[in-house]
């Protein structure tokens, strides 16, 4: 039993940092239209309150964007801690049954891996 909660805290963890790094993808990505927003403020100067009002739209619009970002994220956390918890307790449920699948998939894949190391 150990091992599925070993499994559940990695698949857990990976879903939790593959969801870190889009994160700070989103951030560079939003670091840089806020400077090409001031970019563009520095370019026409001649109206500097018309573009000073798009860059504050823009940051606005960025941050309900990030905020609903972090939701879905938080949501999908919980959704895989959920669908994890599922499973381990239907292997508690059904131990024999959850080792016979367990052995007929590596059975697979050991197959599979067995036809690549040969082509």
Known sequence: MRRWSS??????STLTSEFDRFQDDFDQLRTKL???AGDTVKEFSDSPQKFADLKDVIEGRLAVIEDEIGDLG??????GGEAAGR???RVQE?????LAIAFGVGLFAAQLLRRRRSS
């Open 7 to 12: 499994r559940r805290k990695d698949a857990v």
């Open 34 to 36: 806020v400077r090409l």
């Open 94 to 98: 059904r131990p024999f049954a959850s």
């Open 74 to 79: 938080r949501q999908l956390r919980i959704k």
């Open 87 to 89: 499973v381990e307790k």
